[in-house]
């Protein structure tokens, strides 16, 4: 924990689970659409997208810190703690580039 007040907050679910269930239905409907099968295709498709939704309505939130990448979770989230903002990563980005070019 560095002490950064710079946090931002997303969803606390797992990336590796999302992409396998993507991957999975993936798989499924290109074998239904192998045997032609168009219409169980595309309502497994609609069915991982329906999963996917129910998922993310269930899951809390996550703060995530900038300069560190620590991940708090279950904790009290504010309104006032944003979605990621990429310039406010950039300038942490930058900022440890810099860091790590004086001490080398």
Known sequence: MCGCQDLWRQKDFPPALGLAIVATAAIFSCVA??????AIAIGILMLAGLLDMVLYTMMGDMLVCYRCGARHRKTTIDE???????ETAERYRQQDLRQRGATH
Do not use: G, K, T
């Open 33 to 38: 659409w192998a045997f032609y099968q168009p």
């Open 80 to 86: 006032e703690h944003p979605r990621f903002d990429l």
